[in-house]
Every structure is written in structure tokens, then in C-alpha cells.
């Protein structure tokens, strides 16, 4: 299991909540691996999650960019989609879909 707890990663929203809870946590580190390079597409607006987000790929050393999108469609079922070309990953961020659909 992957200690999360300290760093860039306990990073909390106004009510103390972490922004990124252990399952998402888990998953990016998972889906991650092996890339170097994130290009971040979000669909919505909470600079707060994005910055959270940010600082996990840093620890994780994966540099990234970031833009925002209107809307796909179809409307994303999950919050997070991985596109994987050579060693950066395209990750978009459905932040209107609840965490718990990944």
C-alpha cells in the first residue's frame, strides 16, 4: 500500500478532507507507471483538485501540462479517462463526475 499521508499529497479542501482520497490516489499511481509526461484535459473547474493533482504527478516525477476543455461527448462516465502515446498520458478529468465512478 502506498503512504499517501505526508507531502504534496495531503493536500485538504476546506473542510479537511484530502481532495484525492487513497482508491484515486492508488489508481494514478497504477495507470501512471511508466509514463513521463501528463497532458491534463478538465472538463469543468476546481483549481484546488487541479493543483492537488499537479503536486501528486510531481512526486510521482511526471512532468505535466494542463488545459481546459468545454465538454466531450458522449458525457464522460468516469472522472478520470487514460490515452496512452509512447510515454505521456492523456488524462482527462470529468470533476462534475462523483470520485467514486472510476
Given at each position: 500500500?502506498?503512504?499517501?499521508?505526508?507531502?504534496?499529497?495531503?493536500?485538504?479542501?476546506?473542510d479537511g478532507a484530502p481532495l484525492l482520497d487513497d482508491q484515486t490516489l492508488?489508481?494514478?499511481?497504477?495507470?501512471?507507471?511508466?509514463?513521463?509526461?501528463?497532458?491534463?484535459?478538465?472538463?469543468?473547474?476546481?483549481?484546488?483538485?487541479?493543483?492537488?493533482?499537479?503536486?501528486?504527478?510531481?512526486?510521482?516525477?511526471?512532468?505535466?501540462?494542463?488545459?481546459?476543455?468545454?465538454?466531450?461527448a458522449p458525457s464522460p462516465q468516469r472522472r478520470f479517462s487514460f490515452r496512452?502515446?509512447?510515454?505521456?498520458?492523456?488524462?482527462?478529468?470529468?470533476?462534475?463526475?462523483?470520485?467514486?465512478?472510476?
Open positions: 500500500m502506498l503512504d499517501w499521508s505526508m507531502g504534496p499529497m495531503a493536500d485538504k479542501n476546506v492508488t489508481l494514478l499511481a497504477r495507470q501512471l507507471r511508466g509514463t513521463t509526461h501528463a497532458k491534463l484535459r478538465f472538463i469543468g473547474d476546481d483549481r484546488d483538485f487541479e493543483h492537488a493533482l499537479a503536486n501528486v504527478l510531481l512526486a510521482l516525477g511526471i512532468s505535466s501540462e494542463s488545459e481546459h476543455i468545454a465538454d466531450v496512452y502515446e509512447g510515454s505521456t498520458v492523456i488524462v482527462t478529468v470529468a470533476l462534475e463526475v462523483a470520485a467514486d465512478h472510476y
